[in-house]
RNA sequence: GGGCGCAUAACUCAGCGGUAGAGUACUUGCUUGACAGGCAAGGAGCCGCAGGUUCGAACCCUGCUGCGCCCACCA
């Protein structure tokens, strides 16, 4: 036992305390160039990019857990040898970031109109370098062992120019077009969103009926079907201003007769045909539908395939404008004008009511649509929007994951993958908000439209130089799905070729880390951002992005409800940190990951039991020290010859209870080593807990207790020997999930070089650092046996 | 309307063909010598329901029920 006053004793107090030993190692770590791959310059390439937070964002579980799994990945490659890179960064986030800083300046009474876009765009910036980088700094809490000399933005000059090298590239190919289209269009961000930006939900509505009459000249005839209506079932009825026609099923017997007749728009008074069109189910409301070319995505086709005219009636912000109008009907319209959509339905309601012009009205739910940033209720809106052209990209990037060239894990992606590749719709790419890459994109006055990397001075067609460049910038996955590439030089550094193609030049990160090995997320972005990576890096690159994709589960609270802001019940994962240290919430969640990639139950109890097993393996580490020789019990020690008189101990098991350990120990290494190269990280963090706890402290420290204190020499040194390569050997083993105790304890043993560092002895059997006890390989058969008599004899004790 | 996932002890979850597991919680002891953030022992379960395959099913197949999620142009 350890003689009083013993400095190891006093070297770890009683209970482990995280916080000054993370910030500590942090340091260490990152001042020495641990996370740069180039400490293992002659192992195999292994990358990472991180998937950039938004630069507004703070550190959620979300990112807590993908960046867990991301680090527990990386550490392990590193201690394997490879050169193994996680490259960090974060995204402009367009429509995130201008969001977040309108609100700050609202809070001084200011707006960005007021501002002017310039003015804007540079309190963005000056927004972005004040509080970009705290993300960052709370990645580090985490203990992500990022390559931080390596970190990029996704409006870096570098990436920014590849984003003006896609489009051009994608332009001249013919796989970029612009058009005028019915688009999602957020009226409180006043810009276009794609369709996978809207959320849908169902909402309590009510359906109108709405009487449209037919003309009088008409009535007169139809008089004999006492027929002077006819009656449209609408959720909207403010759209009725835009109204240009009314459609019946071509085989509604209710209507056939009416089909080519004329209506008067009520309010409006403009003439109106009634068409046919299979579209229209008939058991739907009346089976006859209102239609509106310029509000509606169904009757925008109708109107496309039956030519009627489009009437826009909104503004950017929603509210009635009567511009597309005639004199006529706008005079009829002008109480209107200027009303939000929400007010001219209401108005609109009240006037057909008091004319006797509304059938019926039935409460009706239905799903709405609204802006994924504002919530806002989104308006299908015609606008002009640059598109890309997605069918030709979209086919590779199908292929690529059908032949294994990029495989999903779990597998079960894969099919998710494919059925949405399947059905997927052109790409609109530009949004009407001013933080962002602008396009690349000029207009002259003779109509001609200017699409180069360079601004162009004078119209190639005309001379003209009054160029005027496209206002809008690219949705933000437009840049972001270059980001395996554009973080690694893309386009610099590629040699010859055409739009960016060619090859990397050799000894370029690009040559050397593209494709990455394994993308680690979430399995929410995998439409927004997994799909489209695929498609570009295929089309830029001739090769995948990645090999892998590690698909995890989203983190939710105790009960399994989502986080969120307005529930209340978000848990702060730097509070937890502060609380029980980073080491115990990265073993929570990655122990609590499944294989099936199964959302994750975020429970305290969880917390509490891996902040208990900090503290397990932190007094087992002190036990051990406690009851090394004597030479070894100065803080710092062993030193390098003690520690070698340690090693060359003989570890030949002495007893049952060591080779137990030995055999258990043995296995675990190899178990885990195996879970970790098939990505079960929950197994493998489980694993490691059990061994630790039920294994080598519950069995084999206890047992350790009459072998100290006997009298055989021998076979208390081996003893001792053991204690102390186990847990050195399992400190390495758990260093990916909890890198700041199990540094911090190896450190103590091991003349100050932790884990973390270059690698100094090398052992024959590769495993290097990760496994420090050589084991001559033990037949299974005969470690089989020696467990049963292990636990025999152990039940006897 | 199409697709996916989940249902195992009070709670959170492992197990995925051979006698039901862990942690937490609970009960009863123990503990001045690594750790009370500890140790030992214990109570706990028609493994969602109904069929089928099999010598044998929590595990494989079919159907059903209940929750959750994704996709789709429900006026």
Request: overall charge neutral.
């Given at each position: ?117 310039e003015k804007f765009v540079e309190r963005i910036w000056q927004w972005k370098e004040e509080y970009g980088g705290q993300i ?369 030049r050799s000894g370029s990160d690009l040559a050397t880390y593209y494709p990455t090995s394994v993308l680690v997320t979430g ?275």
């Amino acid at each position: 036992m350890a003689s009083p006053g013993n400095p190891l004793t006093e070297a770890l107090s009683k209970t482990y305390d995280p916080k000054d030993v993370e910030q500590k190692w942090y340091q260490i770590w990152e001042e020495n160039g641990y996370f740069k791959p180039e400490i293992n310059p002659d192992g195999p390439p292994f990358a990472i990019v991180i998937p950039p937070p938004n630069v507004t964002g703070s550190l959620h579980m979300g990112h807590a857990l993908d960046e867990t799994v991301q680090d527990i990945i990386i550490r392990y490659h590193r201690m394997r040898g490879d050169k193994a890179l996680w490259l960090p960064g974060t995204d402009h986030a367009g429509i995130a970031t201008q969001n977040v800083v309108e609100k700050e300046l609202k809070k001084t009474g200011l707006s960005k109109e007021k501002l002017g876009r310039e003015k804007f765009v540079e309190r963005i910036w000056q927004w972005k370098e004040e509080y970009g980088g705290q993300i960052l700094r709370q990645l580090r809490r985490l203990g992500a062992s990022c390559d931080w000399s390596r970190e990029r933005f996704t409006m870096d000059a570098g990436l920014s120019k590849a984003v003006t090298r896609e489009f051009v590239t994608l332009y001249k190919e013919g796989l970029v077009y612009r058009g005028k289209r019915l688009v999602n269009w957020c009226p409180r961000c006043k810009t276009a969103i794609s369709d996978i930006e809207v959320d849908f939900e169902t909402k309590k509505g009510q359906l109108w009926y709405l009487k449209y009459p037919l003309e009088k000249s008409q009535i007169s005839r139809e008089a004999g079907h006492g027929i002077d209506y006819i009656i449209v079932a609408t959720t909207r009825p403010e759209t009725m201003l835009g109204d240009t026609a009314v459609a019946v099923n071509p085989d509604d017997e209710r209507y056939r007769h009416l089909i080519g007749k004329m209506l008067v728009l009520p309010l409006v008074g403009r003439k109106i045909p009634i068409i046919k069109d299979e579209l229209v189910d008939p058991t739907f409301g009346t089976g006859a539908v209102k239609v509106t070319p310029a509000h509606d995505p169904n009757d925008f086709e109708m109107g496309e395939k039956h030519n009627l005219p489009r009437i826009n009636i909104l503004s950017e912000t929603g509210a009635i404008v009567l511009d597309e109008f005639t004199p006529e009907e706008a005079a009829n319209l002008k109480k209107y004008a200027g009303l939000d959509r929400f007010k001219a339905r209401k108005a609109i309601v009240e006037d057909l009511e008091a004319a006797g012009l509304i059938e019926k009205i039935e409460d009706y739910e239905n799903s709405v649509g609204s802006c994924y940033r504002c919530h806002t209720v989104i308006e299908p809106y015609l606008s002009d929007q640059w598109y890309v052209a997605v069918k030709k990209l979209a086919e590779p990037a199908i292929r690529a994951v059908e032949e294994g060239k990029i495989q999903f894990i779990p597998d079960r992606w894969t099919k998710v993958y494919i059925n949405w590749m399947t059905n997927l719709k052109d790409w609109c790419i530009s949004r009407q908000l001013w933080w962002g890459h602008k396009i690349p994109v000029w207009y002259c006055k003779c109509s001609e439209i200017i699409v180069s990397e360079t601004p162009p001075t004078t119209c190639p067609k005309c001379g003209g130089t009054s160029l005027v460049q496209d206002p809008d910038v690219f949705d933000t996955w437009f840049s972001s799905c270059l980001w395996p590439f554009s973080t690694l030089g893309w386009p610099d550094a590629m040699e010859g070729g055409v739009g960016g193609r060619g090859r990397p030049r050799s000894g370029s990160d690009l040559a050397t880390y593209y494709p990455t090995s394994v993308l680690v997320t979430g399995y929410d972005i995998i439409t927004f951002w997994v799909s489209r990576m695929i498609m570009m890096g295929l089309h830029f690159m001739q090769d995948v992005p990645f090999k892998k994709v590690f698909v995890h589960g989203l983190v939710r609270d105790a009960q399994g409800k989502k986080m969120s802001k307005s529930t209340g019940n978000v848990v702060d994962p730097l509070i937890l940190i502060g609380d029980v240290g980073a080491d115990a919430l990265r073993l929570a969640l990655s122990a609590l990951i499944s294989g099936q990639g199964q959302d994750i139950k975020l429970a305290d109890e969880k917390i509490k039991e891996c902040r208990n097993f900090c503290n397990k393996i932190w007094n087992a580490s002190r036990y051990v020290m406690m009851n090394l020789p004597e030479g070894a019990q100065v803080e710092g020690s062993p030193s390098p010859a003690q520690n070698a008189k340690l090693q060359a101990t003989d570890l030949k098991p002495r007893n049952l209870a060591d080779k137990w350990i030995l055999s258990r120990y043995h296995r675990t290494v190899k178990a885990v080593t195996e879970l970790l190269d098939n990505y079960d990280f929950g197994e493998a963090a489980r694993r490691l807990y059990e061994f630790v706890w039920g294994d080598y402290c519950d069995w084999y420290l206890e047992l350790s207790k009459s072998a100290l204190t006997g009298n055989d020499a021998k076979t208390k040194q081996t003893t001792q020997a053991i204690l102390a390569q186990v847990l050195l050997g399992t400190l390495k083993l758990l260093h990916p999930f909890m890198p700041f105790i199990t540094e911090e304890i190896y450190q103590k043993f091991n003349a100050g070089e932790g884990v973390c560092g270059p690698e100094r002895a090398t052992s024959p059997n590769a495993v290097s650092r990760h496994n420090i006890i050589v084991l001559a390989a033990w037949p299974a058969a005969e470690e089989k046996l020696i467990d049963e008599q292990a636990e025999k004899h152990m039940e006897i004790l």
